[in-house]
DNA sequence: TTGAAAGCGCTAACAA
DNA sequence: TTGTTAGCGCTTTCAA
């Protein structure tokens, strides 16, 4: 087990005292040019790396923030959505000291270390996601002393700090097309209610409609999953056989509809048009390549990232919603 | 700043020495019933937990691991296979004490910091993937005295900790598959041969041919992309029109190889069967569904955190191969 | 500008 | 079975 050089190996070396070794790297005033360049020698000629640990003890600051998916599914992860935030908070962490620690808490286990460290703060900050319905860490977590930014909003309360997709937004936008191209009978297929995006796709899909003077009452009930979309599709069209249109919560469900929809012998768009919402790789490859709507999944992560910074550094930044965008392709 | 309940209050408060407490706590032989009691009260009553960093420094043990990606490429986590290695790993992580640190190592300063844990121990373990070509980041994590385990092999060397999937088998599978139902004139796609994986399965593909007789010298090279397997398509059916199979080294290759086969007016599996390698979730959604050869990614993330927990007990585990399997669909 | 010294909160060797 | 004590490696007053 090699030893690591120490802080006070390096003094020694350089001929001079720990403490203005420790101003030098810290590069901080009150140190001659003669003994700040005598230490920067010393450093490169052991090798001299700071213990983080001892320093964190020392400042207490950890050094860490964590990147917390609080979730009743253990797969939540393997979803690409997290993955690009993942990247995208990565980026900007990268440009820093700190480490970026991944904390999946989908067992108890997993929820009660996550509480553990809003508690006492084993973390200089935390990014928490995937908040569903009333989950009591959301609540910990919002009355924290740790820094946290919300990476979405829960349906219970408004978090002081969060990031999130312009998710009502881009249900509008997604209706409206289909109003606009002529669709008249618009059904919607949901996701999970006790989600917030869930929640806001359902009610911009309701205000288009709305708008239009069109009905909104031709509504099933998934959970963003691929079977659930099959099963409201099924559920929608034996109660609205004459339904002309479909805006659908998530891609994955927009998957399972469309098979749905072709085994009960409507064809896409003709009979039907489909939009679904997120933009993963997969819509591309539909058959038809399916309408979504797309949303920064990589900015989300960067923007959650750079508000705790700015948390971090004290500063009191303002929420922040990111737009959402219509792609349009052969599906509606 | 709310401050933290320290050993000592607890303590203090249970009525017996720092040490005492601090056995307790770690539970540790040499203390009376009465007095274990006692401190779990105090336990319990003042909220108290470890504080970690100061636990770290004293044990000279971080409590912590990393999953490094080192690669060229910042998108690398985006790929569905990083985020399910990373859920393995998570899975068995969450049974114990230990951290998971994400480390990124795509930018000069990712691969510093990696190097920086790498030699001075600021992790407990590290389990390394994605090497490509003679990084020599994994000769550096070779002979580090921080136990590292490699997820899949890199060409230069052979680790002494590994786990990897059974690459070669897996193309050989594939291969003789496409014999067996009658192909004569094999060709495949390859993946980066500066990866491990890469090589492994044009290793494979070469070997079944060679065992069948059969002449091994279509080759187009890809890098694993989309669009690489479509280039690559393209040529070899310049160069060699009368393919009648392709042996893909990755489903993403294999749908670029797919759209430029239609194009050119080549059915599937009619003129031309088709296998790719991975079994993303894109491949059962395909035109038709794509023959794949299914890798258990999950498992790869788990058995390389089983195996660092052993390293790090110091444990002299042995490399692991898990195994690959065909999956038969429409395209073949 | 400099250095001595007192912690940060915990563990572990040793003596009692 | 107990408690005392000396660190772990760094930062940061404070006095010089």
Redesign the pocket.
Known sequence: MK??V???EVAERAG?????A??V??NA????K??RDAVQRAVSDLGYV??AT??A????QVGAVVLAISSDNPQVFADPFFAEVATGVNSVLEETELELVLQLATTTRGQTRLEQVLRTRQADGVMLMSMHGDDPIAQLAEESDVPVVFGGTPISFEPRYYVDADNRGGARLATEHLVETGRSRIATITGRMDEGAGMARYKGYQEALAMAGLDARRVGYGDFSEESGGRAMEQLLAEHPDLDAVFVASDQMAIGAMRVLKDAGRTIPGDVAIVGFNDVALARHTEPPLSTVSQPIQSLGREMARMLLALIAGESPTPLILPTRLVKRQSS
């Not at 001079?16 to 203005?20: F, Q």
């Open positions: 030893r690591q120490t802080l006070d001079v005292s720990r403490s203005a420790s101003r790297i810290n005033p009150h140190v001659s003669a003994k700071p213990n001892a320093r003890l020392a400042t207490q």
